[in-house]
C-alpha cells in the first residue's frame, strides 16, 4: 500500500471523503482528475507546505474515499463536495490548482456554487467539448460487461489505460499506487462506475460562462497529452479573460509525473503574483 495518508475525514451527503492539510501559510487547494487519487500531487506537495497551507482530498469514489454501489460520482456531485470542502476548511479564496476532471470540478464549484479563488491554476483540464477517449465512450455504452470482466483481464486494463495519460515509460512500482484504489470487487465497479457517469453535459452547461472568471488563471499543458490536445488549452484561454497559457515540454496528460519540476517552477512564478489569501479560520 502505497504511503498517501489522509488523515482526515468529512462526510459528504453520509459518505466518506478523506483528505489532508500540511503546513502553514496562504491556502492552496489541490485537486485532482480521473482515472486517478490525490496522490497525483505527492511530487509537488512537498514543495508547497513551507509557505503554504496545503489542502488535498479523494474525490467521492476515488482512492481512499468511499466507493459505494449506486454512487453518483459524477462532475455534477464533486463540484459540490469541493464547494461544502471549502466551507468546511473555512476557506473564502484559496489559490486552487486542479488537474483533468478536477479542472472541472473547481470551475463548477466556482461558476455554479459561488465558491471564489484567489488564483486558478488549470492543468490538462476537462473544460471544452468534446472530450472523452474511445475507450470511454465504448465503456459508457457497456457498463454492465465491464464490470463483470474477469479480474486478470480488468488487472491488464487499468495499466494501460493509465499509461497513456504519461509521455515517459513510467515503471510498473510508480505505476501501481495509480492502479490499486481500482481493484478487487469494490474498486473494478467503482472505476467502471465513475467513466459511465461522465457527461459533456457537465462542462457544456458552464461553458458559456468562462468570460466571466475574474481571478488571475493560468492554464498549464502537456505538449504530448493524447488524451485531450493541446489546441483545447489554446482555445480554453480564449475563453478566460487574462488567462495566461504555457506548454510544457515532453509531457502527456498526467504532467505531474512527466515534468514535476516544470510544474513547481510554474506555481511558483504563478502564485506570489495575487498576494495573500482570506482564510476565515
Known amino acids: 500500500m502505497v504511503n498517501w495518508p489522509l488523515e482526515h475525514e468529512y462526510r459528504f451527503r453520509g459518505q466518506m471523503v478523506r483528505y489532508a492539510v500540511r503546513g502553514t501559510g496562504p491556502a492552496l487547494v489541490f485537486v ?4 486517478f487519487s490525490s496522490y497525483v500531487w505527492h511530487r509537488l506537495v512537498p514543495h508547497f507546505v513551507e509557505s503554504h497551507q496545503v489542502y488535498w482530498f479523494d474525490l467521492l469514489g476515488y482512492g481512499q474515499s468511499e ?6 460520482v459524477s462532475l455534477g456531485v464533486q463540484g459540490e463536495l469541493l464547494a461544502e470542502l471549502l466551507e468546511h476548511w473555512g476557506l473564502e479564496r484559496p489559490d486552487v490548482v486542479a488537474h483533468d476532471f478536477g479542472g472541472a470540478t473547481a470551475l463548477r464549484a466556482h461558476l455554479l456554487h459561488g465558491k471564489w479563488y484567489r488564483s486558478l ?17 465504448h465503456v459508457r455504452q457497456h457498463e454492465t460487461a465491464f464490470r463483470g470482466l474477469p479480474a486478470y483481464i480488468h488487472q491488464a486494463i487499468v495499466p494501460a489505460y493509465v499509461r497513456g495519460a504519461v509521455h515517459r515509460a513510467i515503471p510498473d512500482s510508480e505505476l501501481a499506487p495509480y492502479v490499486q484504489p481500482w481493484l478487487g470487487d469494490t474498486g473494478q465497479a467503482a472505476f467502471y462506475r465513475q467513466i459511465a457517469q461522465m457527461d459533456q453535459r457537465y462542462t457544456e452547461e458552464m461553458a458559456p460562462r468562462y468570460g466571466e472568471i475574474d481571478c488571475p488563471t493560468l492554464i498549464l499543458w502537456g505538449e ?19 488567462a495566461g497559457f504555457a ?15 516544470a510544474l513547481v517552477a510554474a506555481l511558483l512564478g504563478f502564485l506570489p503574483l495575487t498576494g495573500r489569501s482570506t482564510n476565515r479560520r
Open 67 to 72: 466507493q459505494a454501489e449506486g454512487q453518483d
Open 247 to 261: 506548454a510544457i515540454a515532453h509531457s502527456g496528460h498526467l504532467v505531474q509525473e512527466d515534468a514535476p519540476e
Open 224 to 242: 504530448e497529452d493524447q488524451w485531450i490536445p493541446i489546441e483545447r488549452g489554446r482555445q480554453l484561454q480564449q475563453a478566460i479573460p487574462g
Open 32 to 35: 485532482h482528475g480521473t482515472p
Open 121 to 137: 491554476t488549470l492543468i490538462d483540464p476537462v473544460a471544452l467539448a468534446p472530450w472523452g477517449s474511445p475507450f470511454v465512450q
